[in-house]
């Protein structure tokens, strides 16, 4: 409150050197006996009085700040990071009284201010970490004007964060980040809070593996630190085999898959989720697959996770993305034009060509991207360990013959590695791991389909790359017959995807061919195709034959 000035004993009290009162000066002096000093010194009071007020020099009422307010410090007076960053502090006079030409000083010399009535922000740009003075001097009225005088502490210095690089075992299990917080009271990873010892050691275990996991260090003034904590967790090598939805209702083709799961010869069954014809093999509960009547229910998702888990194998659900007649056909009748990759004037792409028109979907349409979002969450709720996106590419042909309503400026590559990051984080939140096919050209030719395979390998767990013999033309990688000789063109073609890949975490897990296309296959040739990915030290593969019968014998059982 301001300091009360009592008039009388201000100016009419005399004091010895000791502070106490004049010994002549008692009750006797009311009389006749009064000092002759009393009426020149009461004058004298009286004309200095009206000297100071008519002279227009005011006296100052000290404010402790109590009736100031004083915003962006701590209760200890300390100003962070945070809050220098954001303009300083603000200085709030008490009711009635106003700011408007207030002199602010930091440690004698003035700052520049934003006034707003009864609020004042002083800005503390460039100011050091340490102790200041702020003095906050207001004009006032005939009784004096009010000042604020407050020391501040200036502490911007975020904590010294360190986070380990952490390698987890299993997407559905539990993973603790451990890491060193020098000078933080506060550390959480992914939004759990850590252990922290007084060296600054933290520790916080997760309930499984997110996608990412930010860890913030916060010290006592409340300035933060922040490091993104690489929680890598490998998927184990994968021998699978694919399996149609339709082939899996069937005991003939299902048996003898189950036979070399349970040989061991290979370790998980790749098993449709949505096919080339754009149908989905079990019942699906997602809105838009029931709307069009792309859940066919071949198979029990549930049961066929179970039964294949029990003779002790993964699953791998194949999404084939936007090859998908029945999602382009329905939204083509429907009106929602935009979902399907259109012809520079308008129609659908894809007329004349191997796929047939209404074949593609438009990968840069919200629609389009929500679908398969959301068939990659509830795959991997109902137990999927692996979602694999097939298809995830925009049509063959010249770019400059299709057109993609959405796509904007963003490239066909871009927009298509961003629904691969997003998928992957979908799938992560439900313990799945993500891979990505793709063909075996695209390596060396990432703008013919639309798969930078340096983008994909930052945004999932595996590439899989489609380097089936059949499929590439004479001379490709200097074999003069690729389709006869399985070996080379298999070891250096996937040495350029590890190439590729080296600074990721992502893995490469070949599709090789199990089906005669031209030149016979059969046990020789799978396993030469074998023995060429492992001498590039690749030891997982998927093996394809769309009559889904395999060769064994080529498949030697794992340990």
């Known amino acids: 409150m301001p300091v009360r000035l009592d008039w009388k004993k201000l100016f009419l009290n005399t004091s010895d050197a000791s502070g106490a009162p004049d010994s002549s000066t008692d009750a006797a002096d009311s009389s006749s006996n009064r000092s002759p000093r009393r009426p020149l010194v009461i004058?004298?009071?009286?004309?200095?009085?009206?000297?100071?007020?008519?002279?227009?020099?005011?006296?100052?009422?000290?404010?402790?700040?109590?009736?100031?307010?004083?915003a962006g410090a701590s209760a200890g007076g300390v100003v962070n990071a945070s809050a220098v960053g954001k303009g300083g502090v603000e200085v709030t006079a008490p009711e009635g009284e106003g700011l408007h030409g207030a002199e602010v000083t930091v440690d004698g010399?003035?700052?520049?201010?934003?006034?707003?009535?009864?609020?004042?922000?002083?800005?503390?740009?460039?100011?050091?970490?340490?102790?200041?003075?702020?003095?906050v001097a207001t004009e006032g009225s005939m009784l004096g004007g009010s000042e604020l005088t407050r020391e501040l502490k200036v502490d911007t210095t975020p904590p010294k964060l360190a986070v380990a690089d952490t390698e987890g075992r299993s997407l559905r299990g539990p993973v603790t980040v451990k890491?060193?917080?020098?000078?933080?009271?506060?550390?959480?990873?992914?939004?759990?809070?850590?252990?922290?010892?007084?060296?600054?050691?933290?520790?916080?275990?997760?309930?499984?593996?997110?996608?990412?996991?930010?860890?913030?260090?916060?010290?006592?003034?409340?300035?933060?630190?922040?490091?993104?904590?690489?929680?890598?967790?490998?998927?184990?090598?994968?021998?699978?085999?694919?399996?149609?939805?339709?082939?899996?209702?069937?005991?003939?083709?299902r048996k003898p898959v189950l036979k070399l799961l349970k040989e061991h010869r290979i370790n998980a069954v790749q098993l449709d989720i949505k096919d080339e014809l754009g149908e989905i093999s079990y019942d699906s509960k997602v809105p838009l697959a029931k709307k069009i009547g792309a859940a066919k229910g071949y198979y029990d998702a549930k049961k066929a996770i179970k039964e294949i888990h029990a003779a002790g194998g993964a699953v791998v659900g194949r999404i084939v993305a936007f090859r998908d007649?029945?999602?382009?056909?329905?939204?083509?009748?429907?009106?929602?034009?935009?979902?399907?990759?259109?012809?520079?004037?308008?129609?659908?792409?894809?007329?004349?060509?191997?796929?047939?028109?209404?074949?593609?979907?438009?990968?840069?349409?919200?629609?389009?991207?929500?679908?398969?979002?959301d068939l990659a969450?509830?795959?991997?709720?109902?137990?999927?360990?692996?979602?694999?996106?097939?298809?995830?590419?925009?049509?063959?042909?010249?770019?400059?013959?299709?057109?993609?309503?959405?796509?904007?400026?963003?490239?066909?590559?871009?927009?298509?590695?961003?629904?691969?990051?997003?998928?992957?984080?979908?799938?992560?939140?439900?313990?799945?791991?993500?891979?990505?096919?793709?063909?075996?050209?695209?390596?060396?030719?990432?703008?013919?389909?639309?798969?930078?395979?340096?983008?994909?390998?930052?945004?999932?767990?595996?590439?899989?790359?489609?380097?089936?013999?059949?499929?590439?033309?004479?001379?490709?990688?200097?074999?003069?017959?690729?389709?006869s000789h399985p070996y080379p063109i298999t070891k250096k073609s996937l040495a350029d995807f590890v190439k590729k890949t080296r600074h990721t975490d992502a893995q490469i897990v070949p599709w090789l061919q199990d089906f005669s296309l031209g030149v016979s296959y059969g046990d020789a040739e799978v396993a030469a195709q074998i023995r060429a990915a492992e001498d590039d030290g690749i030891h997982s593969f998927l093996l394809w034959n769309p009559a889904v019968r395999y060769h064994g014998g080529a498949l030697k059982p794992m340990k």
């Open 179 to 253: 890491g060193r917080a020098q000078d933080a009271a506060e550390v959480t990873v992914a939004g759990r809070k850590a252990h922290v010892g007084k060296d600054g050691a933290f520790s916080v275990t997760l309930p499984r593996p997110p996608a990412k996991a930010t860890a913030v260090a916060t010290d006592k003034a409340g300035n933060t630190a922040r490091e993104d904590a690489v929680i890598t967790v490998r998927r184990p090598t994968l021998r699978a085999v694919h399996v149609s939805g339709q082939a899996w209702a069937s005991d003939q083709l």
């Open 109 to 135: 010399k003035r700052v520049p201010v934003r006034t707003t009535g009864r609020h004042l922000t002083v800005g503390l740009d460039g100011l050091r970490d340490g102790t200041h003075e702020l003095k």
């Open 377 to 483: 969450a509830e795959a991997a709720k109902l137990g999927f360990d692996d979602i694999l996106y097939d298809y995830i590419r925009r049509p063959d042909g010249k770019l400059s013959s299709m057109s993609f309503p959405g796509l904007g400026k963003t490239s066909p590559e871009d927009s298509i590695a961003g629904l691969v990051a997003r998928t992957r984080a979908v799938a992560r939140e439900h313990g799945a791991f993500l891979g990505v096919s793709v063909f075996g050209v695209a390596v060396t030719r990432p703008k013919e389909i639309a798969q930078d395979i340096g983008k994909f390998a930052k945004q999932c767990d595996y590439i899989a790359p489609m380097v089936y013999p059949s499929h590439w033309a004479e001379g490709e990688y200097g074999v003069s017959d690729p389709n």
């Open 325 to 373: 007649p029945v999602l382009a056909s329905a939204s083509w009748k429907d009106g929602h034009r935009d979902r399907v990759v259109r012809t520079p004037d308008g129609g659908p792409y894809g007329a004349g060509s191997k796929y047939g028109s209404l074949s593609f979907t438009n990968f840069a349409n919200k629609d389009v991207r929500q679908y398969h979002l």
């Open 43 to 70: 004058l004298l009071a009286g004309v200095l009085a009206m000297a100071l007020v008519v002279g227009g020099v005011l006296l100052v009422r000290q404010h402790s700040g109590a009736d100031f307010r004083l």
